[in-house]
T-cell receptor, first 115, second 116 residues
Framework: GAGVSQSPSNKVTEKGKDVELRCDPI?????LYWYRQSLGQGLEFLIY????????KSGLPSDRFSAERTGGSVSTLTIQRTQQEDSAVYLC?????????????FGPGTRLTVL | AQSVTQLGSHVSVSEGALVLLRCNYS??????LFWYVQYPNQGLQLLLK??????LVKGINGFEAEFKKSETSFHLTKPSAHMSDAAEYFC??????????????FGTGTLLAVQP
């Protein structure tokens, strides 16, 4: 079956521009996570969705970062006024119901480069 | 807060040799532990996980890990390395046990090189 998909796979933008990153989770998965992978910070959690609600936004690094999920499916991560330190690979994952024991299935990521 | 430490950011083994990747965790509650593998330019793929029950967990591609509570460890092993095992490996713990979120806390990763 189809796994988690993300688009675009690569995004190059200029400092100060806004970007939107998309995640399509596995069909039927109610839990969705965004992580960021960068050389300096490793793999870090950004935000967790259960359905369309985000009970944990504790990993968002600043108010320039926001995310939404609609229809309990697709999620969009938006970064406003991008900075060079935002350059990273943004990974999306989904799991069946969001239990601690659930396997999180990861997408291939979006590589963001801010010039 | 829960955390994971991976000793050795780079490990190199010869093809056919034992693979041992170390992971220690810090948790105030029984942890749920995971090993993921990441091949170049790809997302993370689950190798295995420990939730409850048997402490020796077998995963895909011949990997296994043993949960040792007394040592707070969850080391990953494979008896005989293959060239295709070259990748980066991440140990993770599921945070917020029973809480409102179950995000993964990752270690810093170990890059495994396999020499012919």
């Amino acid at each position: 079956g189809a796994g988690v998909s993300q688009s675009p796979s690569n995004k190059v933008t200029e400092k100060g521009k806004d970007v939107e990153l998309r995640c399509d989770p596995i069909s039927g998965h109610t839990a969705l996570y965004w992580y960021r992978q960068s050389l300096g910070q490793g793999l870090e959690f950004l935000i967790y969705f259960q359905g369309n609600s985000a009970p944990d936004k504790s990993g968002l690094p600043s108010d320039r970062f926001s995310a939404e999920r609609t229809g309990g499916s697709v999620s969009t991560l938006t970064i406003q006024r991008t900075q060079q330190e935002d350059s990273a690979v943004y990974l999306c994952a989904s799991s069946l119901v969001g239990l601690s024991t659930d396997t999180q299935y990861f997408g291939p990521g979006t590589r963001l480069t801010v010039l | 807060a829960q955390s994971v430490t991976q000793l050795g950011s780079h490990v190199s083994v010869s093809e056919g040799a034992l693979v041992l990747l170390r992971c220690n965790y810090s948790s105030s509650v029984p942890p749920y532990l995971f090993w993921y593998v990441q091949y170049p330019n790809q997302g993370l793929q689950l190798l295995l996980k420990y939730t409850t029950g048997a402490t020796l967990v077998k995963g895909i591609n011949g990997f296994e890990a043993e949960f040792k509570k007394s040592e707070t460890s969850f080391h990953l092993t494979k008896p005989s390395a293959h060239m295709s095992d070259a990748a980066e490996y991440f140990c993770a713990v599921s945070d917020d046990y029973g809480g409102a979120t179950n995000k993964l806390i990752f270690g810093t990763g170990t890059l495994l090189a396999v020499q012919p």
